[in-house]
């Protein structure tokens, strides 16, 4: 049974510093993995796709990896500013008729 | 994309009483999901409503707690019912796009139960 772990629960840093969230998986064999931001109040965006094939997605400051062999997935937030303030939440899609299995979010908070 | 509501924002319940939740999508999908969020922890899916065809639950959810009408290609209700405090927690709709693969989600509604 496939699981997904993020960790740290939580984190605040200074704004400009560069991050990283980290998202583990027990089943390797995976279709995609995701990863979501989500804000009090407004649901849920999609930030980054990752197909199993691929190794990394990028998209403005953000940049996904993908390690399938590790079970691993990292977000990499540049120049954090204190608008990235929110929930990050990692989900894998087992197969492409699968349901997504959630990571319980990284909440980051990004101090002026 | 898709772009999904939900009524009501948010609702605080008595116990025993039964809150019906609405999602309206502003295209046609083959399914919608429901979603609860429990604080502090993961998604975790409820429900899958197909149009025309009674919901496909997930193991640990029921028709009679969680009843869902699917009446077209737009819009579905998830009805909490017999409400206790264990189900305070944040209930999401959401489409799937078949591409690019990703899942689009209605802003929540934040139920509590006293």
């Known amino acids: 049974k496939q699981e997904v772990t993020q960790i740290p629960a939580a984190l605040s840093v200074p704004e400009g510093e560069n991050l990283v969230l980290n998202c583990s998986f027990t089943?390797?064999?995976?279709?995609?993995l995701q990863w979501f931001r989500q804000d009090p109040g407004k649901g849920l965006t999609s930030l980054l796709l990752?197909?199993?094939s691929q190794r990394e997605q990028t998209s403005g400051r953000l940049n996904a990896s993908l390690d399938k062999s590790s079970g691993r997935s990292t977000l990499y937030i540049a120049a954090s500013q204190p608008g990235d303030s929110a929930t990050y939440l990692c989900?894998?899609?087992?197969?492409?008729?699968?349901?997504?299995?959630w990571g319980a979010g990284t909440k980051l908070i990004i101090k002026p | 994309s898709a772009v999904i509501s939900q009524k009501p924002s948010r609702d605080i319940c008595q116990r025993g009483t039964s809150l019906t939740i609405q999602c309206q999508v502003d295209?046609?999908?083959?399914?919608m999901f429901w979603y609860r969020q429990q604080p502090g922890q993961s998604l975790t899916l409820i429900a899958t409503?197909?149009?025309?065809?009674?919901?496909?639950?997930e193991s640990g959810f029921v028709i009679d707690k969680f009843p869902i009408s699917r009446p077209n290609l737009t819009f579905s209700t998830l009805t909490v019912s017999n409400m206790s405090p264990e189900d305070s927690s944040i209930y999401l709709c959401?489409?799937?796009?078949?591409?690019?693969?990703?899942?689009?989600f209605g802003p929540g509604t934040r139920l509590t139960v006293l």
């Open positions: 959401s489409v799937r796009s078949e591409s690019p693969d990703t899942q689009y």
């Open positions: 295209s046609q999908v083959t399914m």
């Open positions: 409503a197909n149009q025309g065809s009674e919901a496909t639950y």
């Open positions: 089943d390797s064999a995976i279709y995609n």
């Open positions: 990752i197909q199993s």
């Open positions: 989900a894998v899609r087992g197969d492409s008729n699968y349901q997504l299995i």
